[in-house]
């Protein structure tokens, strides 16, 4: 007919430029991506084993295997359990590790993490540096579910992975990070696990109280925050301690609320700010974040008081985003983002090998350095 004659000569054209080929199912053969079919399933190996010999040994069909090999959640928690547990009785055979190729760590950034460009940055960048010869460093998708990251893994994609944030993470994840080498990059806290605190944070805390000290600030002060950091906290116990050791009282001003500063606007912790920090109150202070300590320059800006007046500020992670600008410019708390790198794949690169490693998942202890006001 006319019309199909036309519906044809559409479907040709659409195919010499260049317009996806209509794909028909095919024998024997399972699509795992959109657009793509995988080999035979009698010849697709994963892990030394195929589809089919998974299928046969946990008793649920090849497409149920496919399924969950390629992070799909439309399984149920039965299914997925004896297939992991035949993944998992082969890997323990010694087979799987002799078969996993994949020379590629992931590096995943947990949704709302309070990681800074620049640091994140920073720390790619040694990481890059530090990778073994013919490694890759795969940036993974923020959204990328438990299974999909189990999935890759399973399949040999991935050999490790490092995390940035603070424990963004739901008890599915948490799970399957136990299954997987990975090293954090920061202080974290995990549902079920609590907290690790790199323990730099409170060195951190307590060299910014011993130089408001040898200042002679007479009326010392620190500034607290709801953080999704425990790093955050640890900073501010460390900032006490100094205090404690030297037997001085200093003031903690707090900004109102129980919302983590790092989801609200700087309009309204510039107001916060504004609110909880009487003028005059203090004539040095420690704030354990860069942002705030932007922020905090706004406000005392604002009042108009002489910067000759101003008190002496100690900020902490030493980002040149934030500091520039800012006169006087605060000392800072280098915590040592590139080092903290560095060691990370290092700790991460023995967790492959299968090595005597860390318990607690962190990369190490790096010395943070007080950078003085006025160095860039």
């Known amino acids: 007919s006319v019309t199909g004659a036309r519906e044809n000569l559409r479907l040709r054209l659409k195919l010499r430029q260049g317009a996806p080929r209509p794909l028909e199912p095919r024998q024997g053969r399972v699509a795992l991506n959109p657009g793509r079919f995988a080999a035979p399933l009698e010849r697709k190996n994963v892990m030394g084993i195929t589809v089919k010999e998974i299928a046969e040994r946990s008793g649920v069909s090849p497409a149920t295997v496919s399924r969950i090999l390629n992070g799909s959640d439309v399984v149920s928690a039965e299914k997925r359990r004896k297939v992991l547990a035949v993944l998992e009785d082969h890997e323990h055979t010694g087979r799987t590790r002799k078969t996993r190729t994949g020379k590629n760590v992931g590096i995943l950034l947990l949704p709302g993490s309070a990681q800074d460009?620049?640091?994140?940055?920073?720390?790619?960048?040694?990481?890059?540096?530090?990778?073994?010869?013919?490694?890759?460093?795969?940036?993974?998708?923020?959204?990328?579910?438990?299974?999909?990251?189990?999935?890759?893994?399973?399949?040999?994609?991935?050999?490790?992975?490092?995390?940035?944030?603070?424990?963004?993470?739901?008890?599915?994840?948490a799970r399957t990070l136990r299954e997987i080498p990975h090293v954090w990059l920061n202080s974290r806290h995990l549902q079920g696990e609590g907290e690790t605190v790199l323990m730099g944070n409170e060195f951190a805390g307590r060299l910014a109280g011993r130089h408001l000290l040898n200042a002679g600030i007479a009326k010392p002060a620190v500034l607290g925050a709801p953080?999704?950091?425990?790093?955050?906290?640890?900073?501010?116990?460390?900032?006490?301690?100094?205090?404690?050791?030297?037997?001085?009282?200093?003031?903690?001003?707090?900004?109102?609320?129980?919302?983590?500063?790092?989801?609200?606007?700087?309009?309204?912790?510039?107001?916060?700010?504004?609110?909880?920090?009487?003028?005059?109150?203090?004539?040095?202070?420690?704030?354990?974040?860069?942002?705030?300590?932007?922020?905090?320059?706004?406000?005392l800006s604002k009042r108009g008081t002489p910067r000759e007046h101003w008190p002496l500020l100690v900020s902490c992670n030493y980002t040149a985003e934030f500091l520039a600008g800012l006169w006087p410019r605060p000392a800072s708390i280098d915590l040592g983002a590139r080092m903290v790198a560095e060691l990370a794949i290092a700790e991460l690169m023995h967790r492959i090998a299968g090595e005597e490693v860390r318990p607690d998942n962190v990369a190490t202890i790096v010395t943070p350095r007080l950078v003085p006001s006025g160095e860039s």
């Open 117 to 173: 460009a620049r640091t994140v940055v920073a720390k790619l960048d040694a990481i890059l540096r530090q990778l073994p010869p013919k490694w890759n460093l795969l940036l993974l998708p923020t959204d990328l579910s438990s299974y999909q990251l189990e999935s890759r893994f399973r399949r040999g994609e991935l050999a490790g992975i490092l995390l940035a944030g603070h424990g963004d993470c739901d008890e599915s994840m």
């Open 227 to 299: 953080s999704r950091n425990p790093g955050f906290r640890s900073r501010i116990d460390g900032f006490r301690f100094e205090f404690f050791a030297a037997e001085r009282a200093f003031e903690k001003y707090e900004l109102p609320g129980k919302v983590c500063f790092e989801e609200l606007s700087s309009e309204k912790i510039e107001r916060m700010l504004e609110d909880c920090l009487p003028p005059g109150g203090f004539d040095g202070m420690f704030v354990p974040e860069e942002r705030l300590t932007a922020l905090l320059h706004r406000v």
